[in-house]
């Protein structure tokens, strides 16, 4: 199977990182910015760089973005850019367009011309991090569908040393535990002390929770907002 296509409109510094990761993962990546020095600086990295103006609904034809699987509009400095750009990329056939945002209202308008996902870093970012301060025990947490998040979630004292089908996650929260990250002692190629991660993929019902697990664990926000409370 080939690998799929991305095309980066706007390479500032999440544009730019964005096709650097997708290509250093084996993507085709199509790099497009109207700044020529930025374009030269990637373009050992990509696929494909142009230096063109992403309101050229032509020169953005003609680079191949309607070939593209997905198309990532990054332009962060211009909305009336990053929305002409998005108009462009729809009308052109790319079904899925993700579009970074730097305010709501941005947000709502690219959203009514049809992009498949919209990012507000800065807003997300902020979210993030006030999760962490008021949540210390969720280290991660990825939003797999509407409604249903995927968290890591560091076990709560009142588990160890309980079997998974006694703690009543299941029952109680209607969480599903999918897997264990379980830091282990073992003796290194040096003969020192050391730890290691084991990851324990679907955990039997007697699976026994240490101090320290960490669960990976499957179910609907307000399920996991009552588990955080724990």
């Keep these: 199977m ?3 296509q991305f095309a980066v409109i706007g390479l500032g510094t999440f544009g730019y990182s964005v096709a650097v990761e997708l290509a250093s993962k084996g993507m085709q990546v199509l790099a497009i910015d109207n700044d020529e020095e930025i374009i030269d600086k990637i373009s050992g990295s990509v696929t494909q760089a142009f230096v ?6 032509k020169a953005v034809k003609d680079a191949g973005v309607a070939d593209c699987d997905t198309v990532i509009i990054a332009i962060g400095g211009n909305i009336e850019t990053s929305i002409l750009s998005t108009l462009i990329v729809k009308d052109l056939g790319v079904n899925n367009v993700i579009v970074k945002c730097t305010s709501k209202w941005h947000l709502k308008v690219v959203a009514k011309l049809g992009a498949s996902r919209v990012i507000y870093p800065e807003f997300e ?5 006030v ?3 008021i949540n210390p025990n969720i280290l991660e ?6 409604g249903y998040n995927l968290v890591e979630i560091v076990a709560p004292q009142k588990y160890w040393g309980k079997p998974l089908k006694d703690t009543g996650i299941r029952s109680e929260y209607d969480i599903n535990v999918i897997a264990i990250k379980r830091r282990q002692p073992f003796i290194n190629d040096e ?6 991660d084991e990851m324990i ?5 007697d699976r026994e929770i240490n ?3 960490i669960l990976i664990v499957i179910g609907h926000q307000k399920s996991i907002e009552k588990m955080k409370n724990i």
């Design 191 to 196: 003969g020192q002390n050391d730890i290691k």
């Design 125 to 129: 970012m902020a979210q993030k991090l």
């Design 131 to 133: 999760d962490g301060i």
């Design 52 to 57: 063109l103006d992403a309101t050229d609904e």
């Design 201 to 205: 993929v679907n955990p039997s019902a």
């Design 211 to 213: 101090q320290n697990d």
């Design 2 to 4: 080939k690998n799929k």
């Design 141 to 146: 947490q990825i939003e797999i569908s509407k």
